[in-house]
């Protein structure tokens, strides 16, 4: 059975914050570990952003538009690299 998370394993966003629960594998099915966001019918959809860190920058970014303060944006960022995807 497939473990459950409770954070994207590649961007560390809520999945309950996901508007469509997650993402999904290549046979359609329900992805429970990574977002909508960042894995669609079994890829990444951003393979530029392959370090942990490069994906650090694109979330505080993301965070910045959304009207977060910088040291906000770098606190929900700083255990990017403890996720799935990066170890």
Do not use: V
């Not at 996901?18 to 429970?32: A, E, L, M, V, Y």
Request: glycine share 12%; hydrophobic share 25%; with cysteine.
């Amino acid at each position: 059975m497939e473990k459950t998370y409770r954070n994207c394993q590649s961007c560390g966003m809520p999945l309950k914050r996901d508007k469509n629960g997650g993402g999904t594998n290549k046979d359609g099915s329900k992805c429970h570990m990574y977002c909508s966001y960042c894995f669609e019918e079994g890829e990444f959809l951003s393979p530029e952003i392959d370090t942990a860190e490069k994906m650090q920058a694109f979330c505080k970014g993301k965070l910045k538009e959304m009207g977060y303060p910088g040291f906000i944006a770098g606190f929900f960022t700083k255990g990017i690299p403890k996720l799935e995807r990066w170890k």
